[in-house]
Structure formats: structure tokens, C-alpha cells
């Protein structure tokens, strides 16, 4: 009900409600000491309180709020637009919820939204850059899982001629793709971000800005673990009722400058890979 309703501010009603409180206090006066003299001034008492506790309260949430506003900028970006100039993507997930299904192990049912095409992307790099990408059987039930159907054929058949004994040589693997004894192979790609080149109602363009781990951790080892920097752009297509990849290519870079963390030992490195698992990228 809004003040107007029952008399409101300053109308007749209120005035000589009012009027009748004043005459009801005279007798504070006249020598009720211990009775309404006494409480009106526990009732201030309380009102201070409740009062002081509010400010308090406002105090710290604005505190609070300035903590998380860091610069104080109050511009809020969108949740699914990777156009929004000078703003940073966020990597963590945002906008549209996170996929939780999974197809051969493979992160799947993106949204169809930019979002959901950035995310795919970034899970399909993953894929294609791990080691059971080495395994002849892993391989394809990889691309069945992430290609669209019309390009499987041809994208697998690149793929079993990209796979040969001397890719598995440059990388420190038997010819026929196994680790040597003692050894840990380690092929791992680590996305750093996504960025949406083109998008239309049922086709989307991503670039995926990733980081690699590549060679074989172990004593003894000729081929350490080192990394890369590269592009990957990836062709999606709506079809099954979720992204699928038409095309894929990569590209060095962008690289940062080296840092003068020391390397680590073979046995660290392999530990590491062992003991660390991925992620699930979404927006």
C-alpha cells in the first residue's frame, strides 16, 4: 500500500493523529517519572542501534563491492558476445551453461550459440592434440566423434597418412606407435583462448590460440618434452544436433618471449603429466 493510501504525507487524517500523540505526552511533565517517561528513551535507545548496525552493514558491503569492482570500471560486458571492444573474454565458463555430455569420451551437446562454437573448438583441439591420436583405433573413433559426417572419410584418410612410422621416429615412438619401456609419451594441447571469426545460423569459424607439450619424458630420453605455441581454425557445422568440425588447420604463434623458469627433470615432467588431468573448456 503506498503512503497516499492511508492518508498519506501531510493530509488531514495524518495531522490530527498526530496532533493526538503530542497531547498523550504532556503528562511526562507532571510526574509519570517511571512510566512513558522512561520509555520513549529506551525506544531512541533501540532505533540508535538498529540504526548504527544498518550503516555498519552498508559500510562493508560497499567495501566489498569496491574489492570486486578492482578499477572501478562500470561498463558490464555481454555474456555471449566476443565483439564487445575493450573487453577481455573470460576464460570460465559464462552466458550459456556448460555442456555435461560426452561423446567417446569427448566433451559433447554445445549450445548453438557463439559461445557453444568457441567451446567445441576448444575441446576438439584438445582431442586432436592427445596421444591417442598415436593409436590407429583411438584415432578414428576421435574424428567419428568430433568431424561432421560428410568430411570423416576424407579428414581420416589425411590423417592415417599424416600418423606414419616416421612421425612416430621424430617423436621418440616405436614405428608402430607404442612408447619404449620406461619411457612416457606426452602430447597434450592447452588452449588459451578462442575467438569467433565468423558465425551464421548453421556454420562458425573459431580460431583456438593453444600452447603444446610434445615429446617423450623418462631417463634416457632423446626426445624431451618441449613446448609450442600455434593457431588452430576450425570450420564447425551444425549437424546431429551439435558442432561438428568441416575443417581444421593450424598455424605457428602467436609465441610469447621464454621465461627463466629452469627445466625440469624427466622424472618431474612425467609425473607431472601422470598425476594432472585435463579440462572440460566451455564458455
Not at 562493508?60 to 560486458?77: D, K, M, Y
Not at 621416429?169 to 602430447?187: C, H, I, M, Q, R
Not at 576450425?234 to 561438428?244: E, P, R, T, V, Y
Not at 568441416?246 to 610469447?256: E, R, Y
Request: aromatic share 6%.
Amino acid at each position: 500500500m503506498s503512503l497516499s493510501d492511508d492518508g498519506g504525507y501531510g493530509g488531514d487524517g495524518h495531522r490530527g493523529s498526530e496532533t493526538g500523540q503530542t497531547r498523550t505526552r504532556l503528562p511526562d511533565n507532571d510526574g509519570d517519572l517511571y512510566g512513558s517517561g522512561r520509555r520513549p528513551r529506551a525506544g531512541m535507545s533501540s532505533r540508535n542501534l538498529v540504526t548504527i548496525v544498518g550503516v555498519v552493514v552498508l559500510l562493508l558491503a560497499a567495501i566489498a563491492f569496491a574489492n570486486r569492482g578492482g578499477s572501478g570500471n562500470s561498463e558490464t560486458p555481454s555474456a555471449d558476445s566476443p565483439k564487445d571492444a575493450g573487453h577481455t573474454q573470460p576464460t570460465a565458463p559464462t552466458g550459456t551453461k556448460p555442456t555435461t555430455g560426452k561423446t567417446g569420451g569427448i566433451a559433447s551437446g554445445f549450445a548453438k550459440t557463439e559461445q557453444g562454437a568457441q567451446s567445441a573448438a576448444a575441446n576438439y583441439a584438445v582431442a586432436l592434440g592427445s596421444t591417442d591420436m598415436f593409436n590407429g583405433d583411438k584415432r578414428h573413433k576421435i574424428i567419428s566423434s568430433i568431424m561432421a559426417p560428410s568430411a570423416v572419410s576424407t579428414f581420416q584418410h589425411k590423417l592415417d597418412q599424416a600418423y606414419s612410422p616416421g612421425l612416430f621416429k621424430n617423436v621418440g615412438l616405436k614405428a608402430d606407435g607404442s612408447t619404449p619401456s620406461g619411457l612416457t609419451f606426452v602430447s597434450r594441447t592447452i588452449p588459451i583462448g578462442t575467438k569467433v571469426k565468423a558465425f551464421g545460423a548453421d556454420q562458425a569459424t573459431v580460431e583456438v590460440w593453444c600452447t603444446g607439450l610434445l615429446g617423450m619424458a623418462g631417463e634416457g630420453s632423446t626426445k624431451p618434452v618441449s613446448t609450442s605455441w600455434f593457431t588452430i581454425t576450425m570450420k564447425l557445422a551444425w549437424a546431429d544436433n551439435d558442432w561438428k568440425t568441416l575443417t581444421h588447420s593450424q598455424k605457428d604463434g602467436p609465441a610469447p618471449v621464454s621465461g627463466d623458469v629452469p627445466a625440469s627433470g624427466a622424472k618431474e615432467i612425467a609425473g607431472a603429466v601422470q598425476g594432472y588431468g585435463g579440462f572440460t573448456y566451455a564458455r
